[in-house]
């Protein structure tokens, strides 16, 4: 099945600080998807994007499909950004995601 | 407001004791997924119904059967739960099973003791 990869696992970051997360795969794919769990579990749905470029304030979200990776940009993090950002992506197009294992992501005060 | 709602929200049983946990839509979503979520691992697919049409995954244990009774509400049966069967239990659903947004509720929190 397909290899879902991302980097880097653990991340702290200072109050206001940027950051960049990643996610290679290794297959072509028609559904890609950013979440974020936070520390009571909820999964949040944070990017529907298989390809292209998304924003959605202080978060943003570019897929290159041809080079078969996918970046998570954070801005001007707040600690309510703590928690772990998944990305998961579907190659068959049968929304059956396969998960990374994770970004935990800890935002400092 | 919510849309995935999952009870109850922590569930303590013994092992051997069959379990049921239950996930409710307020999208009239045609799909519901059921994923296992182990401590610090990625979420991993156990099942999905499209409307009444059940699609086992290849490597999920006999052990864990799901029921859909009607659009809003899908259970999730473990039989004889185990030590290992421990996990996050997240339902999600999604509009339709090609390309599209998966919404997930809060999940249950199984400990078996």
């Known amino acids: 099945g397909i290899q879902v990869e991302q980097s880097p696992p653990d991340l702290i970051l200072q109050e206001g600080a940027n950051s960049t997360l990643r996610c290679n795969f290794s297959?072509?794919?028609?559904?890609l998807q950013w979440f974020h769990q936070n520390p009571w579990g909820q999964l949040i749905n944070l990017f529907y994007?298989?390809?292209g470029t998304k924003q959605n304030g202080r978060l943003s979200a570019t897929t290159v499909a041809t080079e078969r990776y996918s970046l998570l940009y954070i801005s001007s993090s707040q600690t309510t950004d703590s928690g772990v950002y998944f990305c998961a992506v579907d190659s068959y197009g049968n929304n059956r995601l396969a998960f990374g294992k994770g970004n935990q992501v800890v935002v400092i005060p | 407001d919510a849309m995935v709602i999952q009870n109850p929200r922590y569930q303590v049983t013994q092992f051997g004791k069959p379990v049921t946990l239950s996930c409710s839509q307020t999208?009239?979503?045609?799909?519901m997924y059921w994923y296992q979520q182990k401590s610090s691992q990625a979420p991993k697919l156990l099942f999905h119904y499209y409307d009444k049409d059940f699609n086992n995954e290849a490597d999920t244990p006999d052990n864990f059967q799901s029921r859909r009774p009607n659009t809003s509400f899908c259970f999730l049966d473990i039989r004889s739960p185990g030590l290992g069967d421990a996990a996050m239990y997240l339902c999600?659903?999604?509009?339709?099973?090609?390309?599209?947004?998966?919404?997930f509720g809060s999940g249950t929190q199984l400990s078996v003791l």
């Open positions: 999208l009239n979503h045609n799909v």
């Open positions: 297959d072509s794919v028609n559904n």
């Open positions: 994007i298989p390809s």
């Open positions: 999600a659903t999604s509009r339709g099973t090609t390309n599209e947004k998966l919404f």
